[in-house]
């Protein structure tokens, strides 16, 4: 059987398996979701088959870190939808929003790393990837990891709580909804440090506090404020990766090393979906109702999904270029004499090359010149 029917065959399966198990499902899945899956799972079974496939050690493991990120894929399926709310919940800030942005950081630093420091050995690549990314996941996460109950503790939730209850208490004494104004002055508002009070706030400094949290006391618009930390976090592992994005892009302008094929594509691609996630992340932030951040949350999802179908499309052109005899002596060169091998320029490069530059004016393995071009 060929590999593309594999492939074909394994997709259709997971996808058979996900419109199945639907209807165990009580909460709905949007379309949006649906696509996000199917995408996601595609490209973790390319993935899996490009891993082996792969014809260096040093490709292997580039890819095995993004596998590892893609099959998340499906735990976020399965985690995110099954099981009690709480369960779900906690499924979405340690999984959807920990692990996986930390594999997803661990992926593109370690690619960075392994073009910088190309003659280090694959362990000391690891271990270089694992002290940067290993500490700075570990600074904003371990909280949550050593105390599953430290989002209830933080300055936000805890003075919403105190907010919620005044609201309340006006309400069954005047049967009406009370103001900032009214709720500020029956109530204190300390200043926490980790759960603990070390002072309280003063009149106007209270009253802005209270204006500042007075939408969260509606419906469940509160879990947005427990998010709040877990989307920040988001933000910081996302700005990790692109500026290990963007170091390796410079390293490739001022040294101009060869590559294995797509990976500055993919690399460009990434560079979209991380700046993305933070918007994402930010939006989700600066959103005060549960109905509003559903509403941008689908649209995100949306979005996410047509870059994730343009990294399915290069992992598969990867996945056939490594496979064809060219590409594998191409990778193998690479790996045996990289400084006098020329960059690989596929038909991208060539189509950009022929409408947006002047080929006889460009210089280096980046836009060398090759075969028709090179007589013109």
Same mark, same amino acid.
């Given at each position: ?19 199945? &198990? ?30 082996? !496939? ?33 369960? #779900?919940?906690?499924?979405?800030? =340690?999984?959807? #929003? ?17 073009? @910088? ?21 570990? *600074? ?10 430290? /989002?209830?503790?933080? $300055? ?19 049967? $009406? ?22 002072? #309280?706030? *003063? %009149?106007?400094?209270? @009253?802005? #506090? ?15 404020? /427990?998010?709040?930390?877990?989307? *920040? ?20 302008? !001022? !040294? %101009? ?8 594509? @993919?690399?460009? @691609? ?31 999802? =949306?979005? &996410? ?7 399915? /499309? ?48 460009? !210089? ?13």
């Amino acid at each position: 059987m060929s590999l593309p029917k594999k492939i074909a065959i394994l997709w259709l399966v997971l996808l058979f398996a996900q419109a199945m &198990s639907t209807y165990f499902i009580v909460t709905p899945i949007s379309l949006a979701a649906s696509l996000n899956f199917g995408i996601q799972s595609f490209i973790t079974i390319v993935l899996f088959f490009l891993v082996g !496939k792969e014809p260096t050690k040093r490709g292997k493991f580039i890819f095995i870190n993004f596998a590892f990120f893609f099959l998340i894929s499906i735990f976020h399926f399965i985690g995110g939808y099954f099981g009690s709310a709480e369960f #779900r919940y906690n499924f979405y800030i =340690y999984v959807c #929003r920990g692990i996986s942005v930390g594999l997803l950081a661990l992926a593109i630093v370690y690619i960075t790393c392994d073009t @910088l420091f190309r003659d280090f050995s694959i362990a000391a690549k690891y271990l270089i990837t694992i002290l940067i990314v290993g500490g700075i996941f570990t *600074y904003y996460y371990s909280p949550y990891f050593s105390d599953v109950k430290s /989002l209830s503790r933080t $300055q936000d939730y805890l003075d919403w709580k105190v907010i919620r209850q005044a609201s309340n208490e006006i309400f069954t004494e005047k049967s $009406q909804s009370a103001t900032p104004e009214e709720i500020a002055s029956r109530i204190e508002l300390q200043i926490w440090n980790k759960g603990v009070a070390v002072g #309280r706030l *003063y %009149d106007q400094a209270k @009253l802005n #506090r209270v204006r500042e949290l007075f939408p969260y006391i509606e419906n469940q618009n509160y879990v947005l404020l /427990l998010l709040r930390p877990v989307y *920040y976090n988001t933000i910081y592992m996302n700005v990790l990766s692109i500026f290990f994005i963007l170091l390796f892009f410079g390293y490739q302008y !001022k !040294k %101009d090393p060869p590559l294995g094929a797509y990976i500055e594509k @993919l690399m460009l @691609l990434f560079l979209i979906f991380c700046a993305l996630e933070i918007l994402h992340a930010w939006a989700y932030i600066k959103t005060l109702e549960t109905e509003a951040w559903q509403e941008l949350f689908q649209a995100g999802l =949306y979005i &996410s999904t047509g870059i994730l179908v343009l990294l399915g /499309l290069f992992f598969s052109l990867r996945l056939r270029f490594i496979i064809s005899p060219t590409g594998k002596d191409y990778e193998q060169e690479l790996v045996c004499d990289a400084q006098r091998t020329t960059r690989w320029r596929d038909v991208f490069d060539d189509l950009l090359i022929r409408h947006y530059f002047n080929p006889k004016a460009l !210089k280096g393995r980046l836009l060398a010149l090759r075969g028709k071009d090179s007589k013109k």
